[in-house]
């Protein structure tokens, strides 16, 4: 009697751009990391430097097994721009941790640091998945409102925020997506687009 075929993994072949901004949140993203590398895809982090004083670089390039970008500059002989390199096997970029300075910088259109130059080179070629974390009155403020409804105008797909208990001491909307919720989100997103084809 043969054995029944191993049922493969949920999101094999995706490769996942997933980016770091500064936020106490940053330790919730290493754990999706890991689920993502679980779930079959592959995962290139991308940190800002506010991010890095959270989570170090080394814990996702553990979790992922790859190198973890930190800056838009390459060295000599390392090919493109990193953010173009990136945006070019990206099948879906997941913002998590993502700060109001973050959100009012893709909304602004502004391309100053990896992440957000990243996002720009990816406009059109993938979905963008924010997961906002931050204080409930941050969250609350008109201009974040104003840039979270441009950039849903623009296409972009948010998960979350939570409500509870906030890192400031305050309770309300502004917790990170639990990683489960943002595997959920990230599979609904990807189910109707098959993987990108990519030069071998």
């Known amino acids: 009697m043969t054995a029944p075929a191993s049922k493969p993994a949920p999101l094999a072949d995706y490769e996942i751009l997933l980016c ?22 592959g995962v290139s ?14 814990t996702l390039q553990g979790l992922t097994r790859r190198e973890v970008y930190t800056s838009l500059w390459i060295g000599p002989g390392q090919g493109r721009a990193n953010h173009i390199a990136l945006a070019d096997r990206a099948d879906l970029m997941v913002v998590a941790p993502a700060t109001a300075n973050i959100i009012a910088k893709f909304a ?51 998960a979350g925020p939570a ?6 001491g305050t309770t309300g909307p502004g917790r990170l997506a ?19 084809k990519r030069a071998q």
């Open 163 to 168: 409500e509870g208990n906030l890192a400031c």
């Open 108 to 158: 602004a259109g502004l391309a100053e640091d990896l992440v957000s130059t990243t996002a720009l080179a990816v406009s059109g070629i993938c979905p963008i998945l924010i997961a906002p974390a931050m204080n409930s009155r941050m969250w609350a403020a008109e201009p974040t409102q104003a840039n979270v409804s441009k950039l849903r105008q623009w296409g972009f797909h948010f």
């Open 45 to 58: 982090a991308i940190m800002t430097e506010a991010a890095q004083k959270f989570i170090g670089p080394a």
């Open 178 to 196: 639990s990683p489960a919720e943002l595997m959920n989100a990230i599979t609904e997103l990807l189910k109707d687009r098959p993987p990108r």
């Open 20 to 41: 770091l901004t500064g936020g106490i949140a940053c330790y919730k993203a290493a754990d999706l990391a890991s689920q993502l590398v679980q779930a079959g895809s």
